[in-house]
């Protein structure tokens, strides 16, 4: 793979799909074996890229991965604790409507039970993970939410919709800085964590990925939240108010964002790779869906043409995405600067794949 040649966006996501599968067995990307969210990401990247251009490999592999976690009668293992585990989910749907198994049905019910034993705080807010008390991050508006979403429209449990607006509504009222127009990556409303801010309980920094997150996840609400349906204008609002802000953070030289997004001046933060593909991602459908100018389509150009820079190839000329953050909790400034980085992490790929999908129409647009 050589970055000196002319490839459009779709060209990108193809080589990014290839040298994953060329790399692994659906049953066999890492963590292997495993119903986990690092899968379901880079896996519903990949479908976006089977609906762009119909290519029954990615379908077929896709379906692999489920059918190898999920038995006939709907049992698989997954973790019943934590937001995180719904996410895989995303993949059921579109398997329940393609086939007569039921088994992708009864997955995606279980998965949908999570959200009546989940603990959550005082105002209805789902905690992340049980380990964290009284914690909402904003991994968790992207990792539960658009499954919930998608459950209400498939199968008629309409009030989900307003269990997701509440979400992100508390995020927003906790979460959110004004001056920035950011938010950071966690609040515990018990203020007990070592990083939350006795005033507030919030974790004192904007992590890049952690606001992709939830780009992400604002974006695909309005996928499933038709026009002039309750809470769609607000979602509206927020989305481009949200793009607004990120724009402000962008490295002018390279065209990504930092792992800390605000704190680019600093010389020990770096521009991180997985942030930089959800924001783009972000920006474009923003734009596409009218809610945002040129000022925004510019950045996400920008944003893509960096991350095509910074793309490497191994010795089989296979796609390699580099720079991106490990898994992370919310911590302090040296827990984001400090953590390690990988390459091909499922995270990143994923999301770079979702960039790709969207930037298609958008790249070679002239202004």
């Given at each position: 793979?050589?970055?000196?040649?002319?490839?459009?966006?779709?060209?990108?996501?193809?080589?990014?799909?290839?040298?994953?599968?060329?790399?692994?067995?659906?049953?066999?990307?890492?963590?292997?074996?495993?119903?986990?969210?690092?899968?379901?990401?880079?896996?519903?990247?990949?479908?976006?890229?089977?609906?762009?251009?119909?290519?029954?490999?990615?379908a077929a592999y896709i379906k692999r991965?489920?059918?190898?976690?999920?038995?006939?009668?709907?049992?698989?293992?997954?973790?019943?604790?934590?937001?995180?585990?719904?996410?895989?989910?995303?993949?059921?749907?579109?398997?329940?409507?393609?086939?007569?198994?039921?088994?992708?049905?009864?997955?995606?019910?279980?998965?949908?039970?999570?959200?009546?034993?989940?603990?959550?705080?005082?105002?209805?807010?789902?905690?992340?993970?049980?380990?964290?008390?009284?914690?909402?991050?904003?991994?968790?508006?992207?990792?539960?939410?658009?499954?919930?979403?998608?459950?209400?429209?498939?199968?008629?449990?309409?009030?989900?919709?307003?269990?997701?607006?509440?979400?992100?509504?508390?995020?927003?009222?906790?979460?959110?800085?004004?001056?920035?127009?950011?938010?950071?990556?966690?609040?515990?409303?018990?203020?007990?964590?070592p990083w939350a801010d006795p005033e507030?309980?919030?974790?004192?920094?904007?992590?890049?990925?952690?606001?992709?997150?939830?780009?992400?996840?604002?974006?695909?609400?309005?996928?499933?939240?038709?026009?002039?349906?309750?809470?769609?204008?607000?979602?509206?609002?927020?989305?481009?108010?949200?793009?607004?802000?990120?724009?402000?953070?962008?490295?002018?030289?390279?065209?990504?964002?930092?792992?800390?997004?605000?704190?680019?001046?600093?010389?020990?933060?770096?521009?991180?790779?997985?942030?930089?593909?959800?924001?783009?991602?972000?920006?474009?459908?923003?734009?596409?869906?009218?809610?945002?100018?040129?000022?925004?389509?510019?950045?996400?150009?920008?944003?893509?043409?960096?991350?095509?820079?910074?793309?490497?190839?191994?010795?089989?000329?296979?796609?390699?995405?580099?720079?991106?953050?490990?898994?992370?909790?919310?911590?302090?400034?040296?827990?984001?600067?400090?953590?390690?980085?990988?390459?091909?992490?499922?995270?990143?790929?994923?999301?770079?794949?979702?960039?790709?999908?969207?930037?298609?129409s958008l790249v070679d647009r002239k202004?």
């Amino acid at each position: 793979m050589r970055n000196d040649v002319k490839l459009t966006p779709i060209d990108w996501a193809r080589a990014a799909c290839d040298s994953l599968m060329d790399t692994y067995l659906p049953e066999k990307l890492p963590p292997a074996g495993r119903w986990h969210y690092h899968q379901g990401v880079f896996l519903c990247g990949m479908e976006m890229l089977w609906q762009a251009e119909g290519d029954e490999r990615y379908a077929a592999y896709i379906k692999r991965y489920v059918d190898k976690l999920v038995d006939e009668c709907g049992n698989f293992d997954f973790a019943r604790d934590e937001l995180d585990a719904i996410q895989v989910g995303l993949l059921l749907f579109r398997l329940d409507d393609q086939g007569d198994e039921r088994k992708y049905r009864i997955a995606a019910d279980k998965l949908r039970s999570l959200f009546d034993t989940l603990h959550r705080t005082s105002e209805g807010g789902f905690w992340h993970k049980d380990k964290y008390a009284y914690n909402m991050w904003l991994d968790g508006l992207y990792m539960g939410g658009v499954f919930a979403l998608k459950y209400a429209n498939a199968y008629g449990e309409i009030a989900l919709r307003d269990m997701v607006l509440h979400q992100e509504q508390l995020m927003r009222r906790y979460m959110r800085d004004e001056k920035t127009g950011l938010l950071y990556h966690a609040w515990d409303e018990s203020k007990q964590m070592p990083w939350a801010d006795p005033e507030t309980g919030c974790s004192p920094e904007f992590w890049g990925r952690s606001l992709g997150w939830y780009g992400l996840a604002v974006a695909q609400f309005l996928d499933e939240i038709a026009e002039g349906e309750a809470g769609r204008a607000e979602l509206e609002a927020v989305l481009a108010d949200f793009s607004q802000s990120l724009i402000k953070y962008q490295d002018g030289e390279s065209g990504l964002w930092y792992q800390v997004v605000d704190k680019g001046h600093l010389a020990d933060n770096w521009l991180e790779t997985s942030c930089t593909c959800l924001f783009v991602y972000t920006l474009a459908r923003a734009y596409k869906l009218g809610l945002v100018g040129d000022e925004c389509l510019d950045a996400a150009r920008r944003g893509f043409e960096g991350l095509v820079r910074v793309v490497q190839s191994d010795e089989q000329g296979r796609f390699i995405l580099p720079d991106i953050c490990i898994g992370t909790s919310a911590g302090d400034y040296e827990n984001y600067v400090t953590r390690p980085t990988s390459q091909n992490d499922l995270h990143g790929v994923g999301a770079f794949i979702m960039a790709c999908v969207e930037m298609e129409s958008l790249v070679d647009r002239k202004e």
